[in-house]
T-cell receptor, first 114, second 112 residues
Framework: AQSVAQPEDQVNVAEGNPLTVKCTYS??????LFWYVQYPNRGLQFLLK??????LVKGSYGFEAEFNKSQTSFHLKKPSALVSDSALYFC????????????FGTGTRLKVLA | GAVVSQHPSWVICKSGTSVKIECRSL??????MFWYRQFPKQSLMLMAT?????????EQGVEKDKFLINHASLTLSTLTVTSAHPEDSSFYIC????????FGQGTRLTVV
């Protein structure tokens, strides 16, 4: 079964510093990986995805993620954090067994400190 | 990106009543939509897959008679929480996919 794990419940980083939010995956076959962000009382907003191609994926709002097959990881990164980046971040993998069903990680709360 | 609109954004209802939540794909057709439930500070739990023109597929442990799903057109799926109770209070989110999933803004349901 497909799954993703986010080992950190919360990540704190100072504004201007680089940030990393971790995600590891377990899939059979080629992974379809995604990052979403959620602000309070809102739905999820798509940030970026990895299907095939370059291991470094660039997404919205200056975020990027690096697909690492040997480490089965797909960590989300940003070179310089903003206070407005503070939100809940979800890693997800798509069930490739013929549907667009998504399996989400438990989420990581990012807090960027001014 | 594609737009998924969910309505209402929040609703308060009395225990025992039913509540309908709508999910619309505004600029694309969606043969499949998904309904999730999110508890405070927790991840999204997939409740069911809504299939246009056919019965929904429910995840294990989700009561199909309590959470009625109708997907009558390619742009609209509805979730009806029947005979709501306080434990049904939660944040409900729908999604539809093109190349990736797009989510509605969610509905905060409070049952009093």
């Amino acid at each position: 079964a497909q799954s993703v794990a986010q080992p950190e419940d919360q990540v704190n980083v100072a504004e201007g510093n680089p940030l990393t939010v971790k995600c590891t995956y377990s899939v059979s076959g080629n992974p379809y990986l995604f990052w979403y962000v959620q602000y309070p009382n809102r739905g999820l907003q798509f940030l970026l995805k990895y299907i095939t191609g370059d291991n470094l994926v660039k997404g919205s709002y200056g975020f990027e993620a690096e697909f690492n097959k040997s480490q089965t990881s797909f960590h989300l990164k940003k070179p310089s954090a903003l206070v407005s980046d503070s939100a809940l971040y979800f890693c997800a993998v798509r069930d490739i067994a013929g549907t667009y069903k998504y399996i989400f990680g438990t989420g990581t709360r990012l807090k960027v400190l001014a | 990106g594609a737009v998924v609109s969910q309505h209402p954004s929040w609703v308060i209802c009395k225990s025992g009543t039913s509540v309908k939540i709508e999910c619309r794909s505004l600029d694309f057709q969606a043969t499949t939509m998904f309904w999730y439930r999110q508890f405070p500070k927790q991840s999204l739990m997939l409740m069911a897959t809504s299939n246009e023109g056919s019965k929904a597929t429910y995840e294990q442990g989700v009561e199909k008679d309590k959470f009625l799903i109708n997907h009558a057109s390619l742009t609209l799926s509805t979730l009806t929480v029947t005979s709501a109770h306080p434990e049904d209070s939660s944040f409900y989110i729908c999604s539809a996919s093109v190349t990736e999933a797009f989510f509605g803004q969610g509905t905060r349901l409070t049952v009093v």
